[in-house]
Nanobody, 128 residues
Framework: QVQLVESGGGSVQAGGSLKLSCAASGYNYNSYCLGWFRQAPGKSREGIAA???????RYADSVQGRFTISLDGAKNTLYLQMNSLKPEDTAMYYCAAESFTPGIAPRLCTSDYRFVHRGQGTQVTISS
């Protein structure tokens, strides 16, 4: 059973930084795609970052160069380092996971992948 628990959200001023964490378990640790997506009130879900089992990372244009996704495999913890935050980054942030047949994840693991498994979310609020 996939379990995902996010932490690290909060309120910061524009230009600031936050680092989100996600304790992840239950997915195929050898063949996977892990990611982050966000959803603001009244807006559709936006995939923003993903990392595949071969280390390939992908980002949405809206966060490219500002956000970094990483995985500590020893701790089974996924991170999202967010820098140069903007008010439009305000949203609920979710981590997500998907297991794949070996060799498939790097091809399918895009920032907008529609993950089945997700956590409960952590709120990020950026003030101007």
């Amino acid at each position: 059973q996939v379990q995902l628990v996010e932490s690290g959200g909060g309120s910061v001023q524009a230009g600031g930084s936050l680092k989100l964490s996600c304790a992840a378990s239950g997915y195929n640790y050898n063949s996977y795609c892990l990611g982050w997506f966000r959803q603001a009130p009244g807006k559709s879900r936006e995939g923003i970052a993903a990392i595949a089992d071969d280390g390939t990372t992908r980002y949405a244009d809206s966060v490219q160069g500002r956000f970094t996704i990483s995985l500590d495999g020893a701790k089974n913890t996924l991170y999202l380092q967010m820098n140069s935050l903007k008010p439009e980054d305000t949203a609920m942030y979710y981590c997500a996971a998907e297991s794949f047949t070996p060799g498939i994840a790097p091809r399918l693991c895009t920032s907008d992948y529609r993950f089945v498994h997700r956590g409960q979310g952590t709120q990020v609020t950026i003030s101007s």
